[in-house]
Every structure is written in C-alpha cells, then in structure tokens.
DNA sequence: GTGGTCTAGACCACA
DNA sequence: GTGGTCTAGACCACA
C-alpha cells in the first residue's frame, strides 16, 4: 500500500504522511477504516516504528486520522478533510500569485497558461 | 535591509538567501551593484560570517551574484535571472494546478479566487 | 580508500570531491552503495566533519550521490554521469586544440603524441 | 591593451599573466621589447600596484619575460617560449586522454571529433 | 548513529 | 579590507 522512495529529500515521515493524506482523500481509505498498527507497518516497510509513530501523530494534528486508546488509529470523516484541503490549495493559489506579480508575470498570462495545461 | 526570523523553521543562511533572492528580483538591488561585505553584514545582523559565507556561495550557485576575490561580492544581469524565475513559478501553477483536481476543486473555482484577491 | 595530499594546492574539500568523483566513475563505488559516514570519514582522515560535509554536499549537488537524512550518503546512478562526464571531456579536447593551433602545434603532431603514449 | 574582466572567476592577477602570455606568444609583444612600467599599468586598469607587480614576478619566473634593474621588464626570446608552450600542451593532452580511457571513452572516437571540430 | 546547521575564531590569498 | 577554507565543538532533526 505503500512505497518509501530512499531518493526523495524528503524525511521517511513526511513521505509516510503524504502518502497516507492521498490514501484516505481519494476514498482508498474510507471514514472510519482503521489503519495498519504502528508495529505492522513498521515492520512491513523496514523502517523505525518511531518514524511511523511520528507520521500518525502528524496525521491526527492534521486531522485526518484519530486515536481510539489501546485499539489504534482509525481515519476521519472524509468530507471534512476535503473541505480543509481544499481551503489550503487557494491559499497556496493566491501566494504563489502574489509572487509571481512581483517579478511582472500577469494573472492573464497564469491563467492563460493554467487554462492551456488542463 | 535584512532581518532574520528566529521564530521561521528555515535556516538562517536559507532565509539570507532568499531575502537577497527577492531584494534582487524586484530590483531594489541593482546590476552590477556591490553586495554587503561577509563580515559586514554578519556582524549587522549577529550571525556568523560562516552561515553569509553559505548564503552567498548559494546564491553565487544560483546565478544571483558573483564574486571578485579580494573585492567583494555584485549582483549578477537581473534579466536572466527573472526569465529563469518566471518559467519555475509558471511550473508551480501547473503542479498545484494538479493536486487541485485530485481532490475536486475545479479551475473556475480557483480562476474565480485568485481573481477576487488580487 | 581516500589520501589528503597537504602538498596539492587545492583545498581538502575539492581533493575528496575529486577523489570520489574518480571512484564512481571508475565503478569501485557502485550505484546504492552506502558512501563513508561524514564522521567516520573524518576521523580516518584526521579532517573536521565540516571539510567532508562540504565535499558530500558539492557531490550531492553535482548528482554523484544522494542523501538520506538519518541513514546516510548513496552513490547515484552511474550512467548518467559518466555521459556528463564523456561530454565534458570532449568539449576539454576542442578547448585544448584550440589553444594549440594558435601557437601553431598543428592536429597531426598532437594526434601523433596522443597515440605514442597511450 | 588589456582589460579586465571582473566576471571572470580568476584572480585579477592571473588574469594579467594570461592575457601578456597571449600578447607574446602572439607576437604583439616583441622579443626585447620593452612592458607597461608596473606603475603606469597600475594606473591605466585602475588595480593595485601589488597585483601587476605580483603578475609580473609570475610573468618572470615562467621566462615569458626579464627584468632590469632600474630600467624595467623586457620580453623574453619569443621561440624558446613556444617550444616550451607547445610542450606542455601536448603534456595536457596526454593527460586529459587519460582520464578519457578511465571512463571508457576511446582514442578513436576523440580523435574523429577533435578533427571534426576543426 | 546519521547528516545539517551554526558559532567562535584562525589563517590564507588577493587587492 | 575582502572572500575562502578550515578546525573545534555544539545542538538539532531524523531513523
């Protein structure tokens, strides 16, 4: 269910964390679904299980999973998630926009090219 | 001109370099203009001279200065430098563009967004 | 595997980014094998941990190893490189035969000694 | 006659060694001809005295020129320094084949593009 | 254990 | 004065 990439710069937890946000927002990963125990997955991708612990402790900040004591993790209600994530992708929008007009690139020519890509 | 943000999670020699990397770009600091000496500025901000020694090797990297040894270092021909830029954040449209749709969020929805807030 | 020669005008962090450099190429390191920790390294070497670390981060730059933070460094794909590398010397050969016939050392006296001594 | 070139990574001063090298070897400069006193250059390229002083001695100590005292710097004979260019451009060849063969580029394939490029 | 960043401070080449 | 290199040693994130 998923992969590291030892050539990713990225740390070993935060690729654990994408991987697992794109798992549950594509529905792979449905409300309330528990998810592999620390342990196992540990285990099952050869890393440290502090690593693993790591990545759910990031991943129910976020909110995407939550705890249920000396039972496991289990994922969120979905609609919710989507809401945020997508709240946080126009914010991202709207930044990278407000670089992109310091150094005069238009908003015509990014939506042209936005436009032409898709 | 510059100040560091102790409470950013970035390194310092990181957010020197991409205070010059903006200060350069908008013009502020011109072509062929001489940079703040090493020693200089790293007392003005108390740092030490090693992290702008790192700062500015990086930028040299980047293309953003060059250096005379024995004289100090000057800001490179600004005009390439933003063609090189404009084309990195026209990626950075496309790239987020695509998450977007991942999760359901449409280019008219965003279109919409960047144009309300700018 | 590595020798400092203090004679060699060049800095100690350009000798050890050569001397892999040449190892790579030449295969004795192999794609994914686990490059020496800096601090172990260092200490063979009787060198600051600083001095490796700057000569990994230039061969990281120059894609001849990758990093993975906690774990260590890897050598990168092979192939790749020696291609660069192939190119690099090529265009070495059209400079140098360039300088030659400006003092008048014409293609078959060069051509004569290159294949005498090889 | 010369100018220099602050973009250039080399120091200023072999800069200046380089471009006399060129000027002799090409025969502006003629054998017993007399150089720019190092004040006077100092003066027309705006650099320090030190720094054309220092190109000199270099100048001096590779036989490209001779000093007398109290009168100044005259060229050397212009044929025995060709010889001696020319050897060590063939030394350089022979070297850089070398490392050419360690990465698997053959004679043959140089060869071919050596004479193609000129 | 492993790499990354940073400080304090020295010494060097170059101008 | 100016940048470049290096040492000694600390602290941090990550595994």
């Known amino acids: 269910m998923i992969l590291i990439d030892y050539k990713d710069t990225r740390p070993i937890y935060e690729q654990v964390v994408s991987k ?12 309330n679904e528990k998810m592999p125990s620390v342990r196992g997955l540990a285990i099952e ?10 990545a759910y402790a990031e991943l129910e900040r976020q909110g995407f999973i939550y705890t249920v004591k000396g039972r496991g993790n289990y994922v969120s209600v979905k609609d919710q998630l989507i809401e945020i994530k997508k709240e946080e992708i126009l914010l991202q929008f709207v930044v ?12 015509e020519v990014i939506i042209q090219r936005i436009r032409r890509e898709n």
Not at 45 to 54: E, V, Y
């Open 20 to 31: 697992f946000q794109t798992l549950i927002l594509k529905g792979v990963l449905e409300t």
């Open 96 to 107: 990278l926009m407000k670089e992109a007009k310091d150094i005069g690139l238009s908003q």
């Open 45 to 54: 991708l050869s890393i440290n299980p502090n690593t693993i612990q790591k």
